[in-house]
């Protein structure tokens, strides 16, 4: 069992760029996968992005991929989402979740997963 942690989020313009970070207590095993949610006021949970322990695999949202990337560190139990290029659509709370198991979920499912951070705000003005 895992209980995570998210730090870094903020107020930032458009245009600019957070680091929001994951940090994972507990033992985080070669299967797991972390990912990056986020979910608007109004809206449903959406996918980010994962990245699976052991292989270090990365998957993004297509409305992410290219100023987004999320990385991962042994030492710390931590993973990283760096943001770039933001813009008013990316405002949410950012959540961090973890599987045990990457090969048995569908990475972008939000109810598929079993720990769950509490979440940490991002909001870009315009």
């Known amino acids: 069992q895992v209980q995570l942690s998210e730090s870094g989020g903020g107020q930032v313009q458009a245009g600019g760029s957070l680091r929001l970070s994951c940090t994972a207590t507990?033992?985080?095993?070669?299967?797991?996968?972390i990912s990056w949610f986020r979910q608007a006021p109004g809206k449903e949970r959406s996918f980010v992005a994962a990245?699976?322990?052991?292989?270090?695999?990365?998957t993004y949202s297509p409305s992410v991929k290219g100023r987004f990337t999320i990385t991962a560190g042994n030492a710390k139990n931590t993973v990283d989402l760096e943001m770039n290029s933001l813009n008013t659509e990316d405002t949410a709370r950012y959540y961090c979740?973890?599987?045990?198991?990457?090969?048995?979920?569908?990475?972008?499912?939000?109810?598929?997963?079993?720990?769950w951070g509490r979440g940490t705000q991002v909001t870009v003005s315009s």
């Open positions: 979740a973890a599987h045990s198991d990457s090969d048995s979920i569908r990475l972008q499912v939000s109810y598929q997963y079993v720990y």
């Open positions: 507990g033992r985080v095993y070669s299967n797991y996968v």
């Open positions: 990245i699976t322990w052991g292989q270090r695999r990365t």
